[in-house]
């Protein structure tokens, strides 16, 4: 069973991303290891990782997605093993996947340094466990070519051998292959491939906004797979609203309180994937029931509109079990431009 460690230099690179792209591409039976968890889910009395979650409901794994993670916390890790402890748990979590599947993707920690105190970082993974070691890089262009920069001649890997990189949502795909990507194969870094921006990655579901805000969701229950592409708060007079360039904009979000009953009204009568509903007012049932009909979800959460309104600009959009079109995108994404066998074998 080939082990694939997949990781990144800074957060936010589309670690998981990559993951689930290149197994829906090279249709592999997989297994799956976040050893040092991080997105915390409290499920059934029990923590599990988000994306230990989102692997095992997208790919069917039959692990508990609890035993994918050693720990969460640095503070209980450091009291509970040291590094030769670590390192025969992380064997031992490893090691109770089925040898029926063909790769084991290991997923590391936010950054490259992430966990080094519990001996859980990007770097002790590949040493203890042999796995292959590939690196996620994402950003701006100069953003990409400093960190594997500095990957190259500052950081010691210390035996562990850096298989490739993947360079991942590039605005410009043409002018970063012709200017940037002769660079980087200078450096002697191999490139496994280099993926373009793609802005239907970053939407969020109306579904995830739902769960993330901890909404009560109150009718319109079929549109919460619906994808939001524009966010409108409500909290101007209804002729300002409405004037608005953003009112007229597709799948668009509206802010609101749940008296403001003109602003409710006129979004419904637009296309509005959802509105959002502040400061627990229950709008009259005259406009559930309307909003029923147009199957537009009406979500009501307890904070005001601006603490709605920066909750949602604070969130990352995640991948969730529901998003098969993001699936097959990212899966014809890596078809497309990643070299797959090299990653996980013939």
């Known amino acids: 069973m080939e082990k694939v460690i997949i990781a990144s230099v800074r957060k936010s690179a589309g670690k998981t991303s990559a993951i689930v792209g290149i197994t829906a591409a090279a ?61 025969k748990k992380l064997m031992e ?9 063909d790769v084991l993707f290991i997923e590391g920690g936010r950054d490259l340094s992430y966990g080094i105190s519990v001996h859980l970082d990007t770097l002790s993974l590949a040493k203890y466990t042999g796995g292959k070691l590939f690196i996620v890089a994402s950003g701006d262009d100069d953003s990409i070519l400093d960190d594997l920069l500095f990957l190259k001649r500052h950081v010691n890997l210390g035996g562990v051998n850096l298989n490739g990189v993947i360079i991942n949502k590039v605005q410009n795909l043409e002018e970063f292959q012709s200017t940037h990507l002769p660079v980087i ?28 805000l901890f909404a009560k969701v109150l009718c319109g229950e079929g549109g919460l797979n619906g994808v939001v592409k524009n966010i409108l708060i409500g909290a101007w007079s209804a002729n300002v609203f409405l004037q608005n360039p953003l009112f007229k904009k597709e799948n668009k979000l509206v802010i609101t309180g749940g008296d403001r009953t003109d602003m409710i009204l006129a979004s419904l009568e637009s296309d509005t994937s959802a509105i959002i ?7 009259p049932s005259n406009i559930i029931s309307k909003a029923s009909e147009r199957n537009i979800p009406l979500l009501m959460v307890f ?22 079109e993001k699936v097959e995108m990212l899966k014809t994404l890596f078809q497309k431009h990643v070299n797959i066998r090299e990653i996980v074998g013939k």
């Open 185 to 212: 194969r200078q450096m002697g870094i191999p490139v496994m491939g280099v993926i373009p921006y793609q802005s239907e990655l970053t939407l969020f579901t109306v579904s995830y906004l739902s769960e993330r």
């Open 277 to 283: 509903l502040t400061n627990n007012i229950l709008p």
């Open 303 to 324: 904070s005001d509109t601006y603490q709605t309104a920066k909750q949602i600009e604070g969130l990352e959009p995640l991948l969730t079990k529901d998003d098969g």
């Open 27 to 87: 249709k592999k039976k997989i297994a799956y290891a976040k050893p040092f968890g991080e997105r915390m889910l409290y499920r059934k009395k029990r923590l599990w990782d988000y994306d230990s979650s989102l692997i095992s409901a997208l790919f069917g794994l039959k692990e508990d997605p609890v035993d994918m993670s050693i720990g969460f916390d640095h503070s209980k890790l450091r009291y509970m093993y040291d590094e030769e402890g670590t390192r």
């Open 93 to 101: 979590t490893i090691g109770s996947v089925a040898d029926d599947r």
